[in-house]
Nanobody, 117 residues
Framework: QVQLVESGGGLVQPGGSLRLSCVTS????????MGWYRQAPGKQRDLVAT???????YYADSVKGRFTVSRDNAKNTVYLQMDSLKPEDTAVYYC???????????WGPGIQVTVFS
């Protein structure tokens, strides 16, 4: 059974930091490209950051220079370090595992991040 479980969300003031983790099980983690997405109330789910199987990273313009995505294949875990948080970063954050070659795509249940003054 495939599971992706996010943790590390919560409430933080503007300028603060949070570190999200996504622990996976039931997949061969090292062959999956991993990503973080977010969805604010009333909006579509947007890509935040991705990290490929060979550690190539991509960031949405809105988070470049503030967020850092990383992975630990030994722990089957992907991380999202979020610094200099802004109120507009408030959203539910989702972890994604994608293996395009076999069209496998899995999602975590999401975790709330709220940045408030």
């Amino acid at each position: 059974q495939v599971q992706l479980v996010e943790s590390g969300g919560g409430l933080v003031q503007p300028g603060g930091s949070l570190r999200l983790s996504c622990v996976t099980s039931g997949i061969t983690f090292r062959v999956y490209d991993m990503g973080w997405y977010r969805q604010a109330p009333g909006k579509q789910r947007d890509l935040v950051a991705t990290i490929s199987i060979d550690d190539k990273t991509y960031y949405a313009d809105s988070v470049k220079g503030r967020f850092t995505v990383s992975r630990d294949n030994a722990k089957n875990t992907v991380y999202l370090q979020m610094d200099s948080l802004k109120p507009e970063d408030t959203a539910v954050y989702y972890c994604n595992a994608n293996w395009a070659r076999v069209q496998n795509d899995f999602w975590g249940p999401g975790i709330q991040v709220t940045v408030f003054s």
